[in-house]
């Protein structure tokens, strides 16, 4: 995860043109929405700053991200998530949960994201620092594009947003045979690493999720994006 920078130090989405329209989403629009969240994703590559949207504060991590960029396109993923699992301390499970109670949960079986979806991993991190490949749902990230077997999508590392790769029809190989990158590595590898312990995006896949509008509440959807 990036580091917090001072509470001034703040990226203030552009709010203009697209993001202005999130009102008029109905449901049926998930192909608009599809392409909207997507863009705004791409808007914030290498970015390592809070954001903040809406007079709202987003963290710079991988979840803080993903909020902000939904937040920006009319989606209220964090009340969502808050309304969804109250109780619960991992941002990235919360929104996995969100996911689950207003839109759909998939994952591979020839099924392909669209640009916008969520894309969730385990074990990025070793969140127990008992040195083993037991922590779900650690990172999440925003698909950008699908091309040829291998998802690139967005997600907010130890260095700002970034683009990842995903193929999980090659999961235990970085790069194909004429060198294109196949899976991004996710997890830091140290001398305390495990050789066991996977690395990969598609060794350490969770599941793609996708909000329908449909079954979000229409009073969440009221007046968003000024």
Known sequence: MARLLPLGV???????????AARSLRPGDEDLLSERLAARAGTLLGTARPFV?????????CIGYVEAVYEAEGIPLRTLMQRTSPRETSGVAAAFRA?????????????????????????????????????????????????????????????GVARGRLNLDHPDDAHGPDGAELNTPLRVKTRATRPEIPLLAAQLFAGYGRIELARLPPELLRDRGR
Not at 10 to 16: E, G, P, Q, Y
Not at 53 to 61: E, I, M, T, W
């Open 10 to 20: 703040l990226l203030v989405l552009a709010l203009s043109g697209c993001a202005g």
């Open 99 to 159: 996911i689950e109670a207003h839109g759909v949960l998939f994952g591979g079986g020839g099924e392909w994201p669209r640009p916008g979806d969520l894309v969730f991993f385990h074990d990025t991190w070793d969140r127990d620092r008992n040195g083993r490949a037991d922590d779900g749902l650690t990172h999440v990230g925003i698909v950008e594009s699908v091309e040829r077997g291998t998802v690139t999508f967005l997600h907010l590392g130890g260095r």
């Open 53 to 61: 949207v809406n007079g709202s504060r987003f963290n710079a991590d």
